[in-house]
């Protein structure tokens, strides 16, 4: 008999749904993590108060009315909306693309000729099936659009041309036609009160967690305790790299407290000129809507991964879904481990496309375990 029925190795959003729904049917878990606390990349800082969001913002938006129930059962969440603006070469816009955007550009206040001048420019770039991220927003917003907003933002997030990228990424923003600047459409929307944190807690609550373990240092020995492994890391890392590495791209943070109230009066603003180095300047209290003295922003620098360095967004090109399929493909022979969340399966999933995934994974196990 094997000490536990599941070792999850990751205790992120995925891990910690996974270990709380497998320990609710019965199932004794253990979660490891190799960083020294727990939560993934949700994990929030307290400092001087404010809940800082170490590993980059993360807003909760969800259509799923269970999904936000369910978050909502460990922690309450705020009505926090997500109202970003955007900062071209000093000039402010609002963001997502929306009337106020439009406005701000081409000072035109109707939505009728803003329509007509967004058509006529998409129609004169003649892009009928776009293939890649620059024809895709060209042919949503046109070039003007494209040019402030688009194209130095996105080519030094991802550090490649625009033109080589997968066009789903900007199907993420929305554009509007009304003076409406939520940045995402989806009906739930907020923050946890009192930080994500509180979140994870409530899922790990009463699961054996042990903080600082490296998978790959004890693997020999950690397998031998476990009946199954969860495993939320990177999945070309799983297979030590055999079949060369899959590409993510990283970000290092600039964090700094700072003695005042209110730096900059919302909590983000993205910085659309590829001739800034950092993508955007987050601060964080606005996220709660924080009232303390002073004040934490954090920059954030995109920069490629490279061993040692965090792995944050899947460079989902052709090259890597090639390589990812043929890690994927030694995955499913797996009898006894399960791949899930954003670097197993090398998906840029939000959080509560993560927790649906780990709810739906926990659901198929069950149901297969039971079958006769
Ligand atoms: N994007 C952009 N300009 C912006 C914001 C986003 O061009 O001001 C593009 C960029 O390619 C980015 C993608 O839209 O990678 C998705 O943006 P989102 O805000 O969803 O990214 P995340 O919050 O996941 O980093």
Redesign the pocket.
Known sequence: MKKYDFLIVGSGLFGSVFAHEMTKMGKKCLVIEKRDHKGGNVYCESVEGINVHKYGPHIFHTNDKGIWDYVNSFVEFNNFIYSPL?NYQGQLFN?PFNMNTFYQLWKIGNPKEVEKKIKEQIEKENITAPQN?EDQAISMVGADIYNV??KG??EK??GRKAKELPKF??K??PVRFTYDNNYFNDTYQGIPIGGYNKLIDGLLDGIEVRTGVDFFKDRNELIQITDRVVFTGKLDEFYDYKFGHLQYRSLRFEHKYLNLPNYQGVAGI?F?DLNVPYTRIIEHKHFEFGKQKGTVITKEYPQEWSLGSEAFYPINDRMNMERLGVYQRLAKKEEKVIFGGRLAEYKYYDMHQVIASALSKVKKIIQADTMP
Request: aromatic residues 20%; without cysteine.
């Open positions: 955007a963001l991220l907003f688009i933002y996105t997030q991802w990424i900007i993420r923003l993205n659309t």
